[in-house]
């Protein structure tokens, strides 16, 4: 059976988790996982630039076959939205020019998903995390995002063709 590997993205200006896990039939294990951290300092355009190094030094060395990121949320502050919008694009962009398919699941499917319920809360999903991927203790909470969004990933590829996520 092929091994795939996943690049799973939680994205963020600030703190976006970041995770490649590596799947072969039911088997999963993280190959990588962290963060990307952007100190307040910094102006969008340098944690934007920050954003695409480090995931193109992620896509380099685990060589990844499919990308999964979180889906845009809805905000009553729309200043959040578009900063999130813009670590989203830098995301998006990487990927199609290194001709990686990308796929987004909502925070609610990603949760039910990983932990069966889509209301879970984070400390539910880092510790499924740990289950299911049999790490030795919790990542920290943006890392532990980005792997769950990788195994809900994992299991849409599961999914009969016709009903799968499509890439974005």
Not at 43 to 70: N, Q
Not at 73 to 86: D, E, H, R, V
Not at 138 to 153: F, G, R, T, V
């Amino acid at each position: 059976m092929k091994c795939v590997r996943i690049l799973g993205i939680d994205t963020s200006l600030r703190s976006s988790g970041v995770a490649v896990i590596e799947v072969s039939g039911q088997s999963m294990r993280a190959l990588a996982y962290g963060n990307i951290k952007n100190k307040p300092k910094l102006k969008h355009s340098e944690c934007l630039a920050a954003i695409h190094r480090e995931i193109d030094k992620l896509i380099t060395e685990f060589s990844p076959d499919e990308v999964a990121i979180e889906g845009a949320f809805f905000s009553k502050n729309a200043k959040t939205a578009m900063i999130l919008g813009q670590a989203r694009g830098t995301v998006l962009a990487l990927s199609a020019l290194r001709s990686l398919p990308v796929y987004e699941y909502s925070p609610r499917s990603v949760k039910q998903a990983v932990v069966g319920v889509g209301s879970a809360q984070k400390n539910q999903v880092g510790a499924m995390v740990v289950r299911l991927l049999g790490l030795k203790e919790p990542p920290q909470e943006d890392a532990a995002d980005a792997l769950a969004i990788a195994i809900c990933h994992t299991h849409q590829r599961g999914v009969p063709e016709a009903l799968r996520s499509q890439p974005i």
